[in-house]
């Protein structure tokens, strides 16, 4: 299994343009999450979903979308991007168990200038 | 809401020495799980080790064990025989028991393992 993948790795954005990040795991995993995480801080949650269909706002959304068409992907959506929005952001699943862990991307590095 | 304390920004330990990162909560349920994750260099976050609120023996996880307080909202780690590959930011996670199973993350601690 690749686990959770996300794509790009890098990307440079100019104020105003906008972008979608890619998020896809293979585990077969119901939940999954955006999250972002600003120089020297804990991640922030910007959206989430519990299955296909079905998502949810998180704590810090302004700006972003997201949808989930299938169980496998879940991407990301940067509308008019400002500098605010720098920030590493990182994917995540988690799967229906018992279990609460979440399973995290390698992260997406993301710079508006 | 829950919120996440860890109020040790940085800390340094010497290698083979023990070391114990401290994170404090605030929550309103009763079950829940908390989380270590460890974040080096390389930015992806790994899972250190995980403990149920319902469960009163603190989980351990080989190096690493955790002394959860609930009563306090307590839930430290601790790293013994630390090694040069321990060192990375920290991060204590609460896990809500509600249906989105969101995760709250503290600011972190930054680990630095000394030669």
């Known amino acids: 299994n690749a686990g959770v993948t996300q794509t790009p790795k890098f990307r440079i954005l100019k104020i105003g343009q906008s972008m979608t990040l890619q998020c896809t795991q293979d585990m077969n995993h119901n939940y999954m999450y955006w999250y972002r995480q600003d120089p020297g801080m804990g991640l922030k949650l910007i959206y989430y979903?519990?299955?296909?269909?079905?998502?949810d706002k998180g704590e810090v959304p302004n700006g972003y979308n997201v949808s989930r068409s299938t169980t496998e992907d879940f991407p990301l959506r940067l509308e008019l991007a400002a500098p605010s929005q720098t920030s590493v952001y990182f994917c995540a699943s988690s799967y229906t168990g018992t279990a609460y862990e979440q399973y995290f991307g390698p992260g997406t590095r993301l710079t508006v200038t | 809401a829950q919120t996440v304390t860890q109020s040790q920004p940085e800390m340094s330990v010497q290698e083979a020495e023990t070391v114990t990162l401290s994170c404090t909560y605030d929550?309103?349920?009763?079950?829940?799980?908390l989380f270590w994750y460890k974040q080096p260099p390389s930015r992806q976050m790994i899972l250190v080790i995980r403990?149920?609120?319902?469960?009163?023996q603190n989980a351990t996880e080989n190096r690493f064990s955790v002394n959860f307080q609930k009563a306090a909202k307590s839930f430290s780690l601790k790293i013994s025989d630390s090694q040069l590959g321990d060192a990375a930011m920290y991060f204590c996670a609460y896990g809500s028991s509600g249906s989105a199973r969101q995760l709250t993350f503290g600011s972190g601690t930054q680990l630095t393992v000394l030669p």
């Open positions: 929550t309103s349920e009763s079950d829940y799980y």
């Open positions: 979903s519990v299955g296909a269909g079905i998502t």
């Open positions: 403990q149920e609120a319902y469960k009163q």
